[in-house]
């Protein structure tokens, strides 16, 4: 083997990686807040809504779900661009991920809702609490709870996929990286540091979603 | 008082209840009792308006159920309502359980709904669970949580459907108690039940449903000794 490990340029790009990290994580996260709220949107369109909103959640739903998410991304750079609207890398990476997110976060939702049983909705409307007030009191709670985990493993996703942004031009943490491995042509090295990042990352968000599960979930059994 | 004129109710194009008439008053007991299938659910989610009814009326002190211009949110303040199965909220202590209907729905005061909450939970006899979640709680437990809960609306009316039925037998006897209790303070009661001793003892008068028709109602001492009916002599030779 006649390839020598330098580390050394690594090191003196991890600042600048560390930063990139920050972007990844703030992406996704935002990605996936806003993933959450749309597809609840997206769930209760399908489960009640009228059919063109049906139709349209739909949609979005068999789309996010079975194509690649890489062209989704594309379809949100290139694809719109090929109609003159360009967006920045950012919103790209941040609407792709998003309709990704919510496409997947909606048959989870729509999971969580039906597992609830019907009889809490009685319930609570019995004592007069109004439709709204059911749902945001009795049945998110109990929702949340069920999709909880598979939301976790979503924004678990949303991270790893937002490293399609360098596809994109989009220096997060994997286009970071690609900036300065093409410059100094350790790829191996910058790679291996970043994915070590990556699992870093990672493993936080699942101990941090452990400890919220564990605050916030006793009353389960 | 309770007052219902020919009352059709449908789903789809099966007739369940085919013309009811019947008054309950206040401070009175009416025990429903009747085979599975024959509407009695069905009556008690028509009279709060969980389900919409194709004909007649259902009057709650002079204010009609079902017409379009009755605010039911408020309309079901005053009607209690305790289910088969306990439908415990199962997120919520037993004290939120109970106290979040009269914060969010009558507007107290956290501290205020609280109150009603201990007050309504000693009642039953759960004074000591204040803080259990339902899951750690029996059968039983979980039924008197759910008329405690519908107790701190302070309804004027309680709805009991089948509130024992899906209870283990040993846990039978605690949620019937309180039921006695109930009606021994003077609420007005209307209980669809399978405990014959319970509509023996306690109700005022007993309606017998006979497939989506009130076959027969009056007094216990009518329909369990001298019953006109042959469809309810059938009904209670079975039953005993
Ligand atoms: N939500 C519903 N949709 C369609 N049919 C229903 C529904 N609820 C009850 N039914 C039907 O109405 C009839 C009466 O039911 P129910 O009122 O539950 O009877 P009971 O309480 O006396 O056992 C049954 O034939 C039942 O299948
Ligand atoms: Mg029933």
Redesign the interface.
Known sequence: MDYNFHWRPVFRALPDLFEAALITLEISTLSILLGIVLGMVLAISKMKGPWPLRALAIGWIEIARNTPALFQLFFFGFGLGAFGLHLSPYMIVLIGLTYNNAGYLAETFRGGINAV?E??V?????????AT?VFT??IA??VL?IVYHPMTNQFVWAVLMSSLGMLVGFRELSGETQFFASKTFRIFEYFAVTALIYYVIVKIILGVSKLIAWRAF???? | MIKIRGLKKRFGTNEVLKGIDLDVKKGEVLSVIGASGSGKSTLL?CI?G?EPIQDGYIEVDDTRVHDRNTNV??L??K???V?Q?W?S?????ALENVA??PR???KKSKREAQEIAKKQLSHVGLGDKLDA???SLSGGQQQRL?IA??LA?EPEYMLFDEATSALDPELVGEVLDTMRLLADEGMTMICVTHEMGFAKDVSDRVAYFHQGILEEVGPPSQIFGNPTSEHTKKFLSKTR
């Open positions: 049983p009889t809490q009685k319930a609570g409307r019995s004592l007069g609490m109004t007030q009191r009795i709670p109990q709870k006793r009353w389960g059994n | 989610y709060n969980l949110n408020l079901r303040q009607l209690g309502m289910f199965q439908n909220f199962p997120h919520l202590t979040l209907a969010i729905v009558r979640y339902p899951n759910a809960r519908a609306m």
